[in-house]
């Protein structure tokens, strides 16, 4: 495209916020109702603002890419902005916006179990309206598991905190304090993902003062196992193959994916697993198709095991560099699914780059601590998982489809601009109980 038709396009949009929320009207109508549905922690007798205007605001601020929660009291406090709001949300125009520190108190408060009730109608939801159908392999969704970091800093914010000492029992030993995450997110096709499990990795009170066989810091294997768990319990007949990097090649893992009636593609680095390398290179018959490699049935302690092995060729300075990778699965291998297994197995950099990476550099900061209080920590990752994922879908269905071509940091400037400074109009507001008071 060149310049002139990229300016005719950028043209064509003249109110981002609108066109988000008429992508999120589209794709999740529910989604103000499902807000207005959560459990209200408060006493009945002292609410100002409902469940729906505490949520959406923080949703909001995901929308435009606000990072901090006094950042969010900031921008919203305009008459624009309240009044886009709640007209948005089908409430009553009040002349303020709830203030951050009355947000971070129900936040404190407010059982993650709502929100993470919320993800999973909006999962169901997607999964049922057979949109993104087209994005499965072997007629199984790609579910994509990875951990990430949220808050990390030498300050301890709450009792939940990891631990990780350097140069431990030294003069110079430092602590690094960190809240971690385990995701679960489902592929759409068209770089498009969503959390279907967020198992937060914590500490339990007082765990440092057990014995010292006993004080053991939670960690991802540990949180795995509560992650399938309760992804078994939300969807209980949903084919899965499940996209795991190299950490997760380990008997346990694959006997929780038999178990559940999971499919897995594992990538697998040499030495993880020894026998299965060895037995893999004793085979001298190994089938071949264009840059795959594999065998079938190798044994793993009385399991079959599949390996699959791909290469990749690029020139880099005029040279051919070649990149090797390999993966486990469950799957046969043949010759006709051999690359495409390999391409989806590359697939788990979905969740680094269209998951973590753009939530914690283009679209707000994960890692930032929005509150220090654990149980408002998680309502905000949360919340975020949501609003990132109505980001995804306006930058794909409305301006990809439209060929308006923006940087992250240009959507998200342009959508705090619209929400604060652009008035809708009474015909732009569409409400899932059909109402609107603007």
């Not at 066109?19 to 959560?38: A, D, G, H, N, V």
């Not at 009170?205 to 014995?211: N, P, Q």
Request: aromatic fraction near 12%; hydrophobic fraction near 35%; charged fraction near 30%.
């Amino acid at each position: 495209m060149g310049r002139k038709e990229a300016r005719k396009a950028l043209a064509f949009e003249k109110n981002p916020f609108k066109e988000c929320k008429r992508i999120q009207e589209k794709y999740i109508p529910s989604l103000m109702e499902l807000f207005s549905q959560t459990k209200d922690p408060r006493n009945p007798s002292y609410i100002t603002y409902s469940n729906t205007t505490m949520l959406s605001q923080v949703y909001y601020k995901g929308i435009a890419g606000i990072v901090s929660m006094q950042g969010m009291t900031q921008a919203f406090n305009t008459t624009v902005a309240g009044k886009n709001i709640y007209c948005s949300i089908g409430e009553e125009v009040k002349e303020y916006l709830p203030h951050h520190v009355t947000e971070n108190e129900y936040l404190e408060r407010l059982d993650p179990g709502e929100i993470r009730d919320v993800l999973y109608k909006i999962a169901f939801e997607q999964i049922r309206r057979k949109t993104f159908d087209g994005a499965k392999f072997n007629k199984e969704w790609i579910v994509i598991v990875d951990g990430t970091h949220g808050y990390s800093g030498s300050r301890k914010i709450n009792e939940a905190c990891l631990e990780r000492h350097h140069k431990k029992g030294t003069d110079e030993e430092t602590v690094n304090y960190h809240n971690d995450i385990l995701e679960a997110k489902i592929y759409f096709g068209n770089n498009l993902v969503l959390s279907l499990w967020s198992e937060f990795i914590e500490n339990e009170d007082g765990w440092e003062t057990l014995s010292e066989e006993k004080c053991k810091q939670d960690c991802e294997s540990k949180a795995f196992k509560r992650l399938a768990e309760n992804l078994k319990k939300l969807f209980p007949r949903l084919p899965m193959v499940l996209l795991m990097d190299s950490l997760y090649a380990s008997e346990p893992v694959m006997e929780i994916c038999e178990k559940n009636g999971w499919d897995y593609i594992i990538r697998y680095k040499t030495g993880s697993i020894p026998s299965i390398a060895e037995e893999y290179e004793a085979i001298p018959e190994k089938t071949r198709a264009g840059h795959a490699e594999f065998v079938n049935e190798i044994d793993y302690n009385g399991r079959k095991v599949n390996m699959l092995r791909f290469h990749e060729i690029q020139v880099k300075n005029g040279e051919e560099v070649r990149t090797d990778f390999q993966w486990l699965t469950s799957i046969t291998i043949t010759e006709k699914n051999a690359e495409k297994m390999a391409a989806t197995g590359r697939l788990r950099w979905k969740i680094e780059n269209q998951g973590f990476n753009r939530q914690k550099n283009w679209n707000g900061d994960i890692t930032h601590a929005c509150s220090w209080n654990i149980n408002a920590l998680k309502n905000h990752y949360l919340l975020q998982q949501i609003s990132d994922f109505v980001r995804q879908l306006y930058e794909w269905f409305y301006l990809g489809k439209n060929g308006i071509a923006k940087t992250f940091k240009k959507i998200s400037s342009d959508l705090l601009y619209a929400l604060t400074k652009q008035q809708l109009e009474s015909e732009d507001i569409h409400t899932t109980e059909g109402r609107a008071f603007c």
